[in-house]
C-alpha cells in the first residue's frame, strides 16, 4: 500500500513538471519565451591572469567535454523542434564555441551577455544592458543566448551549471520568469 502511495505521489509530482517543460519548449518554439544557457564544459574558474577577449589562447576554453556537450545541446534543440533560431553568445571564446559547437550556423556576438566575474561591481549595468538587450530581440524565430553563470544568476536568480539553461519568459518580467530549467544533455 505504500508504495502504490509513493507510486502516486511521483505521479503527481512529476506529471506538472513534465507539463511546464513541454509548455516551456513551446513558448521557445513560438517566440514567447528563449533559452539562456551557460557555456559548457571549460575546466576552471575564472580567466586566467592577463586573459584578452581577442585571444582564445588567453582565455579559459572548451575542452572536449565541453565540445560533446554543446554537440549533444544541437541534438535535443532539433529533437524538440526548435528550428533556425537566433543565436548569440558573448565575446569569450567558450561562449562562442559552444554555441558554434550547437551546428546552427552563424553565431552573433551580444557584449550585453558579457561576463562580469573579474568585475563585481558592473554586475547592475550589466544586468540592464543584457534585459535591454533582450527586449529588443525580434520575435520571428527562436532565440538561444549562450553567457555564463553570473549573468545568468543575475537575471533569473538560477545559478547554472555549466551548460545548464533556462527558458524565460518574453517579454521578460521584473524578476525575470523562469519557465523550465534545463539539464546539461
Known amino acids: 500500500m505504500l508504495r502504490v502511495i509513493a507510486l502516486l505521489l511521483l505521479g503527481v ?9 513541454k509548455a516551456a519548449w513551446a513558448a521557445l518554439r513560438e517566440g514567447q519565451a528563449l533559452l539562456l544557457m551557460r557555456h559548457t564544459t571549460a ?3 575564472g580567466d586566467p591572469e592577463g586573459f584578452r577577449l581577442g585571444d582564445c589562447s588567453t582565455q579559459r576554453n572548451l575542452n572536449d567535454r565541453g ?8 541534438q535535443l534543440l532539433r529533437k524538440r523542434k526548435v528550428e533556425q533560431p537566433r543565436l548569440y553568445a558573448s565575446s569569450w571564446c567558450r561562449a562562442q564555441d559552444t554555441a558554434l559547437e550547437m551546428g546552427f ?12 566575474f573579474s568585475d563585481p561591481s558592473s554586475q547592475a549595468a550589466q544586468t540592464a544592458e543584457m534585459r535591454k538587450a533582450i527586449q529588443q530581440l ?3 524565430r527562436p532565440v538561444i543566448m549562450v553567457s555564463h553563470q553570473v549573468n545568468i544568476q543575475a537575471l533569473t ?29
Open 13 to 21: 509530482l512529476v506529471l506538472p513538471v513534465q507539463a511546464d517543460q
Open 43 to 45: 575546466p576552471g574558474t
Open 67 to 74: 565540445r560533446r556537450e554543446a554537440r549533444r545541446w544541437g
Open 138 to 140: 525580434p520575435a520571428d
Open 157 to 185: 536568480g538560477v545559478s547554472p551549471r555549466n551548460g545548464e539553461g533556462v527558458i524565460i519568459a518574453l517579454p521578460l518580467s521584473e524578476p525575470a520568469k523562469v519557465l523550465a530549467r534545463i539539464r546539461q544533455p
Open 105 to 116: 550556423g552563424a553565431v552573433e556576438t551580444l557584449p550585453a551577455l558579457d561576463s562580469f
